[in-house]
């Protein structure tokens, strides 16, 4: 019960891990991850990815700007061309 | 002969020599290892873009293609873009970087291409300029940073892009090394305008949903793909620029090394002359008493 997130810019993996939810700012509107999402494709717009480690921990926010998510049979894979920690 | 006094300045300065070429060999070799370990950290990025790329560029296809994949519909004009290093002293690499751009023009234009140059890096700005000193479009100066990023490689490509749409060429491929080890980094052309496609169609089983449509994430996508094969291309250069300096400069010191060995010998053996011809000289007076 585990989503595999993955936060990639071109300099480096940053994130590879299990987490529980990641919400994505994609660029017609946030979206939500969980486990089991249906294969999607979405361009983001500048902003922040949060991830939810656990179902009720505080969120963690990566600052990110231009690029795409991916969820596919893997987990969700962003793709960022800048990243903030 | 040379004398004592020459030899020995001699001797000293290709000492001073082999100092140098050993420094930068040491330098060349840790700058190597960061090089190589960046090339390595780029590589997910690169291959989950063109995996993307494959499985969306098979859905778009036709009219409504962009232009940046689907290309001006003629190839009369071609731009290289070549990829030299900023800095010497790294033996044959840039020269091999410019023979291989200079045989791939002349091949264009042997089959009637018209063919411009848009140079990165400041070494093959002289050897090219000889040739074709009015095709050089542009040249694109990377020797003020001092590890070219991802944000010259954003500069390059949105420079590309814009003259691609300005309609300034019709198909621009790449010259860059591509670095195999410390002692061979060969020179390889890739096209990069229009986006080739890729070979490797996978066809996803699964129905992807996309948003916004296919087209506007393709759209998207081209001129972040053409900065991931610029990023890619310059830090293939740089991890080339050090491997290539760091056996330059082995062999220098090695050859310096040699040489005052030899020269050492040699002014061993002029002093031993000397002191023998000494010699000869106060015994042949003493006996003369």
Redesign the interface.
Known sequence: MALHFELVTPAKLVRSEEVHMVVVPGAEGEFGVLEGHAPFMSTIKDGAVQVYKTAGAAPESIEVKGGFAEVGDKGLTVLAEHVED | MASLKELKDRIKSVKSTQKITKAKQMVAAAKLRKAQA?AE??R???E??AS?MASLSTKVSGDSAPKLLAGTGSDQRHLLVVVNTDKGLCGGLNANIVKEAKKQAKALEAAGKKVTFYLVGRKGRAPIKRDYADQIDKHFDTSEVRNP??EQ??QIADDLVKLFEEGKFDVASLVFPVFKSALAQDPVTQQLIPVPSPEESVA?E???????DEE??LE??LP?YV??QL?GALLEREASEHGASMTAMDNATRNAGELIDKLTIQYNRSRQAAITTELIEIIAGAEAL
């Open positions: 960046a950290a780029a997910p990025f690169a989950r873009l993307v990023g991802y490689a954003e996803s699964s129905v992807v949903e996309y948003e916004p506007a994430i998207e996508l972040r900065r991931t990023f």
